[in-house]
């Protein structure tokens, strides 16, 4: 219906609306789900987008596990639920089907997303963090509340996936010097709204990112030394997690617990 050009801009505008979306809740992701999939529809080519998807590996990945799910039902004690779960999986296999059917993203393009993307995670924080020190009229009962967009979990997540992409995309130095200080404001604002979660995924993918820069560069006995000394100082990591889990659930009451309620 457009020039291709046209299709193509509407298609990045799309990934851009939901990058940021994701920040700010499912009333800002419906809109560009609704935007890719009339554009879907409108660029037509429908055969040749048949064809990728008929060649690509991974749609057929994630249609049987649509599909295993499908089958579950059959065995399901909840069928409500079951059908509930359903109805959650079907927008992200369509998505799957929008984005493996379309040209893929370009250096350029993927560059412009994470960009957009790193301005959305900063802005929320910041809107966060301003209703976390009482600057907004919402009753704040803890730091989980002060997350006003999206669930607390979810965002320590999806600031932690910033934080790794952050270091994939410095390349100069002043790459580097905007990326420590945009990071060091998230590692901030994840240590005042206690989000946990983001910390031991930090930990966890940069035990696994050290593991492979020393197995491609460091030889072998050294290897096996920085191992053992990870390996001690995780066991450690656990024993304590573990203790104040235990000292929490056996008295929630205590002084000491105030924080993780």
């Known amino acids: 219906m457009f020039p291709e ?17 994701l920040l700010f809740g499912s009333i800002f992701i419906s809109i560009p789900q609704m935007i890719l999939g009339a554009n879907w529809f409108l660029e037509k080519n429908y055969k040749s987008k ?34 509930a ?5 079907v927008p992200l296999l369509i998505l799957a089907i929008l984005f493996l059917s379309t040209k893929s993203l370009n250096q350029k393009e993927i560059k412009l997303l994470f960009k957009i993307f790193f301005l959305g995670v900063i802005i ?25 967009f999206i669930s607390h979990i979810r965002f320590s997540l999806i600031i932690t996936f910033g934080i790794f992409s952050i270091l994939y995309f410095i390349k100069s130095k002043k790459d580097i010097i905007l990326g420590v200080f945009i990071i060091l404001w998230l590692l901030f604002f994840m240590y005042q ?9 930090i ?3 940069g035990f696994i990112y050290l593991f492979y820069y020393m197995f491609k560069k460091i ?6 030394l920085i191992c053992i000394i990870l390996s001690f100082f995780s066991f450690k990591m656990y024993q ?21 309620k």
């Open 219 to 224: 030889n072998l006995y050294i290897n096996m």
């Open 50 to 83: 048949i064809i990728s998807l008929y060649k690509n590996k991974f749609f057929w990945i994630l249609c049987s596990l649509f599909f295993l799910h499908l089958i579950g039902l059959l065995y399901t004690d909840d069928l409500q639920a079951g059908i």
């Open 85 to 89: 779960d359903i109805k959650i999986k």
């Open 203 to 205: 930990i966890m993918i």
């Open 124 to 148: 929320s924080t910041i809107f966060c963090y301003l209703a976390f020190l009482g600057f907004t009229k919402k009753n704040i009962i803890d730091v989980r509340s002060a997350s006003i």
């Open 5 to 21: 050009i046209w299709h193509r801009r509407l298609f990045l505008f799309g990934l851009i609306g939901m990058a940021t979306g």
């Open 193 to 201: 709204f206690q989000m946990a979660t983001g910390f031991f995924l």
């Open 240 to 260: 304590s997690i573990r203790a104040d889990l235990l000292m929490y659930y056996t008295n929630p009451n205590s002084v000491n617990n105030v924080l993780l």
